[in-house]
């Protein structure tokens, strides 16, 4: 009998399969599509403790109990219809793990129609894309905690490791999970485009070459700030050559973006729940704008473009700088959108925990992270991350560099929306007072939609177009 069912062959599911087998686990596998079955099992799996089934069924019945079943499959209707296939053949305490990237809310549901059953559900957000998943990966499941308690020893095993621990841990009920992941996705968003950026800004504004591009993002890498994943496969990026054409790849790829929906799906959570989130937003909105390839170019024929090169001094370090403090509110924004959905959607999770399982494995692993997981393990009720001390340091001390280089940017018409956009979240979070106490006013003159006063409590209503001695004031004191 084997230990784990995994069903789903793709990239993910394949490159799993063979991590919980090297992790000292039985595994059998079943694919829609049964030539993806025989191939893998007679090429990658050959000579592994891997076996083949070829209906729910006979995984089912091939697997030890309680028995564990991984779905890494496309996410949508395939996971409700392979969860009704599994329904019938499970017993009780037998576990459904769905590891793609759900929606939560589709996960939400699922939790909830599976309580009704015998069958215990995890809901878990894996990332780090298919080499993590051979390798190991961030791994983020909620849902069922005694099903967890189950599936830990194996999943400990196959996750990334750091230096303190594995990178899994059981996050919270229902879809916390997949919210974490779904969050997680988001700063990943923020943090491609504001490298996008920088790398825009150094080829566009200083005329680097590929090679130079390649020198500035290995330096940054090996700099505490900026150590991470995205910056390391960045440098190695401007290194690759196109065979066809002897060009930089990179150069030869069209330039629209493409999307999942996870990114999407954060910005409309936080919108619902009330958390700026302006430099994800922005990421989301950049890719968009990318796709409007035809567009562009013809606008770009109406209007010009870059002028100029930028001719001063030291502007490299100052790159760094503005990208260190924009990616630091990526990550503020969705540590805050972590804490706003928790509160209000009872997930419980321990913001700590959630840094300290994205160090490894995962997309957006960086240095960054620990002090994060310090910082929410010392404060777990922190508001926001730019108030914590090392934060506020570390910002404030480039906030100069971070201006300038918006400022250069603007002059030279290189868009930098996510650093802007990022930059005005930093400038509107330390602001007492925003102008939109003019909001509320013209909200109360169109639509007399009431406003509050600084001086005295209670709601008030004026009539503003009796701007004279007439004018009416109405208030209702609380
Ligand atoms: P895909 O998302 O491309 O999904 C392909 C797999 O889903 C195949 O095994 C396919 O079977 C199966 N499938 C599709 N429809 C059905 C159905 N109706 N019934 C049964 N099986 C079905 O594979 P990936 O490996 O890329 O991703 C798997 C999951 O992991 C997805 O949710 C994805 O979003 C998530 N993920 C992917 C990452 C990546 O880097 N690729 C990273 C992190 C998460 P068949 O062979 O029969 O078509």
New binding site residues.
């Given amino acids: 009998m084997a230990q784990f069912g995994l ?7 394949e490159n799993l399969a063979l991590n919980i087998e090297r992790q000292g686990f039985s595994v059998a596998v079943y ?3 049964a030539e ?1 079955t025989d191939s893998f099992i007679s090429q990658r799996a050959d000579g592994k403790d891997i076996v083949a089934t070829y209906s729910p069924k006979e995984l089912v019945a091939a697997l030890e109990r309680p028995r564990k079943i991984l779905l ?4 949508g ?2 996971v409700d ?2 969860i009704e296939q599994l329904k019938p053949l499970l017993e009780e305490d037998d576990i459904i793990i769905d ?4 929606y939560y809310e589709d996960t939400a549901r699922r939790s909830r129609e599976l309580q009704a059953t015998k069958v215990n559900f995890i809901g878990m957000g ?5 080499i993590g ?1 051979l390798l190991g990966p961030s791994m983020m499941p909620g849902g069922n905690k005694d099903a967890y308690e189950v599936v830990k020893p194996i999943l400990t095993k196959v996750a990334a490791q750091v230096e303190d621990s594995p990178c899994v841990t059981y996050l919270g009920p229902g879809c916390a999970g997949h919210y974490v992941k779904m969050v997680h996705n988001g700063i990943e968003y923020g943090i491609m485009q504001l490298i996008a950026e920088a790398y825009d800004l150094l080829k566009t504004g200083l005329g680097f070459n590929h090679q130079q591009l390649h020198e500035v993002f290995s330096a940054w890498n090996t700099t505490q700030e900026l150590n991470s994943y995205l910056m390391e496969i960045t440098a190695d990026i401007f290194q690759y050559i196109d065979p066809q054409t002897k060009n930089p790849l990179v150069e030869m790829i069209l330039d629209a973006a493409e999307q ?1 929906g996870t990114g999407n799906w954060t910005v409309i959570s936080a919108m619902d729940l009330g958390v700026p989130v302006p430099t994800i937003m922005t990421a989301v909105n950049a890719r968009i704008m990318s796709a409007y390839k035809e567009e562009r170019v013809k606008a770009s024929q109406v209007f010009d473009g870059v002028s100029g090169r930028y001719q001063g001094e030291g502007f490299v370090d100052k790159v760094r700088d503005a990208l260190y403090c924009a990616i630091a509110c990526a990550y503020a924004e969705g540590m805050a959108l972590l804490k706003a959905a928790s509160q209000e959607r009872q997930y419980h999770l321990n913001l700590s925990e959630v840094a300290r399982i994205w160090k490894g494995g995962c997309i957006i692993r960086a240095e960054i992270l620990k002090p994060m997981q310090q910082i929410f393990q010392a404060q777990p009720d922190l508001v926001n991350l730019l108030l914590a001390p090392y934060f506020k340091e570390a910002i404030l001390s480039r906030t100069a560099a971070w201006r300038e280089v918006i400022t250069v940017a603007t002059q030279l018409n290189i868009p930098v929306p996510a650093m802007s956009a990022s930059l005005a979240y930093f400038n509107s979070y330390r602001r007492d007072r925003l102008p939109q106490n003019l909001t509320q006013a013209q909200r109360d003159y169109f639509g007399s939609h009431t406003y509050h006063r600084i001086d005295q409590p209670g709601t008030f209503h004026t009539e503003w177009t009796q701007v004279d001695a007439e004018s009416l004031q109405t208030g209702t004191a609380d």
């Fill in positions: 069903i789903g062959l793709a990239v993910m599911g694919n829609r599509t993806k890494m499959i496309k996410s209707a395939p219809a392979v590891g793609g990237n759900s894996v990332s780090g894309g298919e998943a999942k």
